[in-house]
């Protein structure tokens, strides 16, 4: 046997104005998680905590409903509200495990966000977060780094604690035939290809990132720069902005699968990020997907556990500074010169840590673990993404806020 997962999703009320919309994302999520998904209306807190306190119980028990009558025996909550919710639900009454999946440290990213952070509303954030910590069954951190962040914030011990990676699926890699059709089909033989896939946020560092292609531009006559995001306008503009010329770079719109199938065509990925809590902590899917996908990786030292794993495992490049050093210009031409061994090793580096068949056996065992299944039980099957949890026979529901 293995577990059955439903998917209880508390939607707000932003995206219930487009009915259609939210009807073909849940069939989307209920397809790539091969599993049944459910929404249900969530009701505004309107940034105040006392409302929050309200629309946490109201939420927890529509959980407690759907838990009973689904027989569900264990919940796994995806982030803080989730979480909170879920164990509200158990104080209820409800007689199931909890797993907090830990995507970001939460009042982190709140007072990173907001331009004016409510001190109440942060204490609060806290207050939470550590009674969450100390009460859930399990505790999955995206990183070393932030299972250290919050064992070192609260002075807890975190027995029950595990990292999971954000992972992606091994169905991708790399193929220097595949590769040199791709090359031929953007007309880039010739060139150096850097690669950004994602999207336009301040934290990702987007117009730092144009102006370093620039000043590695002057360095490297061959440098090219492809961009895969749905922001073009942004892009456009910054690149424009940037001073870069229109022969030099390309920005294209893709699916996340057809992202998948071209990356292999660059050299570089670029993986840039700021200096902060949030992203110490953070496990950004992008570098799983660099690497699945046989590309070397440039990024800064505050990249949860990846910046590190890069200079470890030669995975890439971590800058200390966003300028052309004498150390950046030696790894682009080191992988200039040894592009199939770059690639081979970035692989083989995904393959054993950063897919669902290495990444989701902790993930797995701490289901049977809490579940108390037999010996010999199989586990559940692989999930495709880390947000979307494995279809699996079995008492686990998934809660996403």
Known sequence: DFYQVPILCLVPPRQWIHPVRCFHARRALQRDARCPVYYW??????????AQTITNAIHALAVWLFAV????????????TAAAIALLARR??????VIFDAHGAGPEEYAFAAPNPDRRWLAQLEREEKAILSSADEVICVSKVMQEHYREKY???????????????????????????????????????????????????????????????????EAYFLILTGDRARFASAASIGGLAAEDYRIV??????????????DVGFLLRADSPVNRVASPTKFAEYCICGVPVLLTPYVGDYSRAVEDAQLGCCLEELSVSPR?????????EHREAF???????????????????????????????????????????????????????????
């Open 41 to 50: 209306p969530a009701l505004p807190a309107f940034g105040c905590f006392r």
């Open 92 to 97: 209820m009454g409800l007689r199931c495990w």
């Open 343 to 401: 690639a081979v090793r970035c692989h083989h580096y995904a393959i054993q840590h950063l897919t669902w068949a290495s990444a989701g056996t902790t993930l797995r065992g701490a289901y049977d673990r809490l579940s108390s299944a037999p010996a010999g039980q199989a586990p559940p099957k692989e999930p495709t993404r880390r947000a979307k949890p494995p279809s699996t026979r079995g008492n686990g529901a998934p809660l996403q806020s």
């Open 253 to 266: 719109s893709l699916s996340h699968e057809e992202v998948l199938q071209t990356l292999p065509v660059a």
């Open 69 to 80: 009558a689904l027989r569900v025996r264990g919940i796994h909550a995806h982030g803080q």
């Open 155 to 221: 002075k807890l011990q975190g027995d029950q604690w595990s990292v999971v990676p954000c992972a992606t699926n091994a169905a991708v890699g790399w193929d220097v035939r595949a590769r040199a059709r791709l090359r031929q089909e953007f007309k880039l033989e010739e060139r150096f290809v850097f690669v950004y896939a994602g999207s336009y946020r301040k934290y990702q560092m987007a117009d730092e990132m144009v102006a370093l292609f620039k000043a590695i531009k002057q360095e490297l006559s």
């Open 328 to 336: 950046l210009l030696r790894f682009l031409r080191d992988v200039q």
